[in-house]
Nanobody, 117 residues
Framework: QVQLVESGGGLGQAGGFLRLSCSAS????????MRWYRQAPGKQRELVAI???????TYADSVKDRFTISRDSARNTVYLQMNNLKPEDTAVYYC???????????WGQGTQVTVSS
């Protein structure tokens, strides 16, 4: 079963914006840290942003000041607001969650983001 479902990917324009969402299944709760990764063809998977249960955030240098990660615990959802898109943001974006109940690390299937120049 897909337990993390991503949405919001698609085609963006350079300088434009997209917002990604990742919603966890109702049976998943007590999520601690949520993260966004991305992977472009021929490249390693890259950690993009982190948000902790205390809402502390960390960003990769490549997206800092452009992307914002946030979470809505009541909806079991994490967001990635991507502003001022660049072609190099083109990648498959993956949601990841560290969960206490049921304990484990969970991944979404990924959503494609393509930024045209």
């Amino acid at each position: 079963q897909v337990q993390l479902v991503e949405s919001g990917g698609g085609l963006g324009q350079a300088g434009g914006f997209l917002r990604l969402s990742c919603s966890a299944s109702r049976s998943i709760f007590s999520i601690t840290t949520m993260r966004w990764y991305r992977q472009a063809p021929g490249k390693q998977r890259e950690l993009v942003a982190i948000i902790t249960s205390g809402n502390r955030t960390t960003y990769a240098d490549s997206v800092k000041d452009r992307f914002t990660i946030s979470r809505d615990s009541a909806r079991n959802t994490v967001y990635l607001q991507m502003n001022n898109l660049k072609p190099e943001d083109t990648a498959v974006y993956y949601c990841n969650a560290l969960v206490l109940t049921p304990r484990g690390e969970y991944w979404g299937q990924g959503t494609q983001v393509t930024v045209s120049s």
